[in-house]
């Protein structure tokens, strides 16, 4: 118990340095990408500058058609330069959500990563139950205090398990039909209990619980993954 309550959250921890990292690391790279496109972006006011410097080195353009072409670049120069400055908001805007999905998707990862995990240990120990109690009269079950209500049928198979249980015995799909209807085993079928069977796991509801409380056996049968000593029927 020690070791499984431990490894979580040693899991968790590490999981936690990942995401950190991972974040910092993201927001670093992102960070130097900005600052190299903002370098390497042209200045609004280049464009500007050239058509002032072709102003001043031909003063000598005097006539009305010369005028107005050195005007019509100026005004050019302006719109470029609004323009140019709509880029750098557009290009801040896409990376600042681009290190939003980023982040995103590296905390989903590794909170998916970490559920396996959790999930991987809990399959290799079965479920920790130190109570289970049956009540026939209002057709539930109780796992450590939790209430399961259940089927008339589907009580009637996990109180079939509890007893076989109890005797250290794994019982076949045609040994559970067999006790529940009354017949000999022999004259049942193997497919009516497995299909008790997967109803009362239908009706726990919890996949993970159904699966790991009721255990299949290969070639044997149908066993509880509970201790005997915490079984209780009423």
């Known amino acids: 118990m020690r070791a499984l309550t431990s490894s979580p959250s040693e899991s968790l921890r590490a999981g ?8 910092a690391a993201i927001v670093v790279i992102l960070l130097g990408t900005a600052v190299f496109l903002f370098l390497n972006l042209p200045d609004a ?3 500007n ?16 058609a010369e005028i107005k072409l050195l005007e019509i670049l100026a005004q050019s120069g302006t719109a470029f330069s609004g323009v140019l400055a709509s880029y750098r908001v557009v290009i801040f805007v896409l990376l600042v959500f681009a290190t939003a999905l980023m982040v995103a ?3 989903f990862l590794v909170t ?3 559920l396996n ?16 109690l049956i009540s026939r009269e209002t057709n539930a079950v109780y796992i450590n205090d939790l209430e399961f209500k259940l089927t ?19 019982m076949t799909g045609a040994q559970i039909e067999g006790v529940i209807s009354g017949r000999d085993s022999s004259d049942c079928e193997e497919a009516a209990g497995a299909t008790r069977v997967k109803r009362l796991r239908d009706a726990l509801g919890n996949q993970l619980v159904s699966e790991l409380l009721v255990k299949t056996i290969a070639r044997r049968g149908y066993v509880l993954a509970v201790g005997k000593d915490v079984i209780r029927m009423m």
């Open 16 to 23: 936690n340095r990942v995401v950190a990292g991972g974040i």
């Open 45 to 47: 006011n280049a464009f």
């Open 49 to 64: 500058a050239r058509v002032e410097r072709i102003f001043m080195e031909n003063d000598g353009l005097t006539t009305g």
């Open 105 to 107: 998707a590296l905390v």
């Open 112 to 114: 998916i990563i970490a």
């Open 117 to 132: 995990r959790r999930i991987s240990a809990i399959q290799r120990s079965g479920i920790q139950v130190s109570s289970l």
């Open 152 to 170: 008339e049928a589907a009580i009637e198979t996990l109180s079939v398990l509890a007893e076989a249980r109890m005797d250290d015995d794994v």
